[in-house]
Structure formats: structure tokens, C-alpha cells
């Protein structure tokens, strides 16, 4: 053979391999992910945090737990697949997992359905989370109301009261897959909750205060006219201090406020009359309702 023919057939012979690997590597690529695949696939994203490849490979990869997943205090480690039955288009995984200092073991659930495998709802874990006071808590930037069970990709998560900055209260939940856990927050009412309900109040007393004709309910207006009145057509106030508000965890007690109330109308006489009254024991008493972000007051 001449030296050409030998370079033409070895050139042919790295065509066809090239070709070869190409294909090998197109398919090995475009194949559908199997069972396998998936399961690996999920437990890797676990563990790396990639939110990307979980919303991929998960079908309960709601925007809730991807927000809350993106705080958590600690992830999956040293992740294996023990075991794969598959069935049609259903499949259990067997696989172990560390996290939170010790080794676990979990069943994922996994379905084929649009073409690919996903990890259903197996693979989430849920939390109740209970607190002493207020009605929301908060995992990073995603809040959520006290009692509802929050479904969470497994991890470690720090779960604070709701609103920051009013409230103060946190505890740790480790979230495995399949399983509830309850977290239990104590919690304490910051300095800056009675300021922010002794301002709401200052609106609402406000309104209260704007005048008019009839005395307004839920302000603890009481005004002893009705002796000396047979009509009112007008009554204006002057707020000489507002009553000073005490909070808890429900409600709120307000007092030692100073109001005064200048009433016209027509006398029980049948003469026109203007009357000015003064309290210096004007209180109120309500309830209170922690929202996400702020307080409301409901006043008696």
C-alpha cells in the first residue's frame, strides 16, 4: 500500500470515528432523562441550591418554597439512589442523604408525564408553624400564615414571626421528604409594635375627630349632653392629647387621653345652645391582628 492510500484510510478511519462519537454524544444528550436521571438530578439540586434545575425536575416546585429554599440554613450532603422501581409511568426512588448532621432515608415518587420524569410532592416536606402571638412567619422573603401547613423542599430552615420588626421570634426546622414537622415560635412584642399601633391609632382617632352631627362608634366618645340638648347639629373637637396606648400579644388598652367637645344645637329650652365639654379620661380598649407587614386595630 502507498503511503497516500495508507494517509486516505487512516483519515477515513478518524472520520468515522469522530462521526461516531458525535452520535454517541447526540444521543446520550437528547434521550430523555430516565428514572435514574431524575432522581439524581433532584437530589444534586438539593444539594448545589440550583432552583433552575429543581422548577426542572420537580413537579411541586411552587414559587412559595423556591423563595423560601433560596434562605435555607443548610442543604442535603453526600447524596446516593439506593433503588429504582419503576412501573409504566410511575417510579419510586430509594435514596439516603445527610442533613442536618445525620444520614436519612426517603422515598421520592416520581411520574412521567409531558414527555419527561418528574419528582412529585414525595419529595417535599411540610411545616406548621404555631406562635405565641401575631399571625404570619416569614422564611427569608416568603411569608406565610400561621397554621398553614407549608409545603418546603428538605433542608434546614431558620422561621422567624412575622412582621420583622415588630415582633421577635425564631426557631429551626429541619424539613425532610414526606414528613410534617410542628415549629413552636415564642414571641415577644418589640418596642417599635406599640409605635406602630399607637400610630394607627392616632389615625383612627383621627377620623373619629373629624366632627359632624352624631357621635361616632368605636372612638370612646361619650359626651353627657343629653340633658341639656334636645337636638345636635354640630359637634367639633379638639385633641388635647391622645389617649397613650398599651399593648399585648391580642389587644391593646388606651388611656389618659384629653379631648374636648364643642356641641351646638337647640337646648331643651327650644333655644339655640352651644356647650363645650372636657374630658381628661378618654380611653379605649381592642383588639389587635399582626398582618405581614404592619398592624390593625380594632377598637371597641
Known sequence: MTRRAVWLLAGAVALVLIVGAGLWIWHSTSRPASTEDTALAYLHALESGDAEALTAVSAAASKAALTAFAAADARIQEVALTSVDQS??????????????????????????????????????????????????????????????????????????????????????????????????????LPAATEAAQSALDEHLAQCTEGGDVIPSGCGIRIPWGTEFREVSDIRYRVDSSPVLTLNATGFDAAKGVLVATVTGTGQDGVTRTTTYRTESWNLRGDIAFTETGVELSVW
Open 88 to 189: 409504566g409511568d410511575t417510579a419510586t426512588a430509594e435514596v439516603l442523604f445527610v442533613l442536618g448532621g445525620e444520614q436519612h432515608a426517603a422515598s421520592l415518587s416520581l411520574s412521567h408525564t409531558g414527555g419527561r420524569w418528574r419528582v412529585d410532592a414525595s419529595g417535599l416536606g411540610s411545616v406548621r408553624a404555631e406562635a405565641s402571638a401575631g399571625g404570619f412567619v416569614a422564611i427569608g422573603d416568603a411569608t406565610f400564615a400561621l397554621g398553614e401547613e407549608i409545603a418546603l423542599f428538605p433542608a434546614v430552615y431558620s422561621i422567624t414571626v412575622a412582621p420583622r420588626g415588630l415582633l421577635d421570634g425564631e426557631t429551626d426546622a429541619i424539613v425532610l421528604p414526606g414528613e410534617s414537622v410542628r415549629a413552636a415560635l415564642d414571641v415577644t412584642l
